[in-house]
């Protein structure tokens, strides 16, 4: 059998060749949900993803003879081992055919390159912050929702027997408007948001049409202060919220997002956007084919032939002095009447960790259901 190699990317041919592979991975998977090409780009594109300010790390490919088989990235997040008094590297953006070998030189390539600089544990995976993909998909193997990951499902076994554990898991829950009437929830919300204004003074306040970027940086602020104990966060910077805004903008709907304030102070933040996954499903971006091509099919699947049924929760954030007090039942009931009003029929809860009791009791109080599982790896150097 041909000898397996190792290549670091360093070349433009073998950025193009690590950039490219999903495509192959993933072609007679009916599920896959490719990203535009840009926006792909723009995160392994060290120069414009505004991570890798702070972070640094090398790609990898591996090769069969001249057949290209896997990637993987290795990389440390000098913030989060700040944050977290951690001395951990990661690994991301593995892909690989179902061939244990191949996906233990990788590995081994990616805990060369942590061990080499002194980290003495590799997780993963992440591409590359908790602000984009995290984790693996083990199970719920369906068209992924927007800003999630998707996998093949032979993966989790390929990262096992190169000596991983799993150490976290993550959940999406799923609700659409038929579980919400057999458990009158609009009722309920109408109720329970009645006795939260009356016993907080708490509002809803709706998003300023007028003032979006000053309104993203509200949700920052709020973003930042309510996830600053919760497993792996590390505070969103100034360049990162322009990236989000900017990644946003397309799709961003100011009747699925709100603040709820108490005493004219902002507590409190909750971000729907619709799943333009759906649209990207039918688009299908394709190395080769210019973007101007897939935006024009993307526009019929989005305006012309409407195919977006649901909707994600990528962002949402109460401070802690708020919580348990129904302020966000509020937003949620708010936001929900919107979805329900514009056409939706489902929404996507994601990502919530396993351990975040408190979050889960909500999610499953009102009868939402986990349908997709995502876990992190780790293994000691």
Known sequence: MTIITIRKVDSKADFKAFFEFPWQIYQTDPNWTPPLLSMRHELLDKAKNPAWEYMEGDYFTAWRGDQLVGTIAAFVNHRHNEFHGEQVAWFGAFECFNDVEVAQQLFMAAET?????????????????????????????APPVLLMPYHAAYYADLILQAGFQPTVEIYSYYYDWVMAAERNLF??????????????????????????RGDFAAFKEIYNK??????GFVPMTEKELDALIEGLSLIFDPDLA??????????????????????????????????????????????????????????????????????????????????????????????????????????????MKIHRTYRLYEKSL
């Open 187 to 212: 009722e309920r919300f109408e109720k329970l948001t009645a006795r939260t204004i009356s016993r907080t003074q708490a509002m809803i306040r709706p998003i300023n049409r007028k003032n979006l």
């Open 226 to 231: 309510a996830w600053v104990d919760n497993w």
């Open 258 to 367: 709100c603040f709820v304030t108490v005493n004219e102070e902002i507590v409190g933040f909750l971000i729907v956007v619709p799943d333009f996954n759906q649209v990207l499903h039918h688009a299908y971006p394709r190395p080769g084919e210019p973007e101007l091509i897939t935006l024009i099919k993307a526009l019929w699947h989005w305006k012309i032939r409407p195919k977006i049924t649901g909707s994600r929760t990528p962002l949402m954030g109460v401070l802690k002095e708020y919580r348990n007090k129904g302020l966000d039942l509020m937003m949620y009931n708010h936001v929900m009447k919107n979805l329900k009003r514009k056409g939706y029929q489902w929404v996507d809860c994601g990502w919530i960790l396993d351990s975040n009791q408190a979050m889960r009791g909500v999610m499953d109080g009102i009868g």
């Open 113 to 141: 390159w942590a061990k080499t600089r002194g980290y003495t544990r590799l997780r993963g995976p992440q591409t590359f912050t908790t602000h984009e993909d995290v984790g693996l998909l083990v199970d719920g193997f």
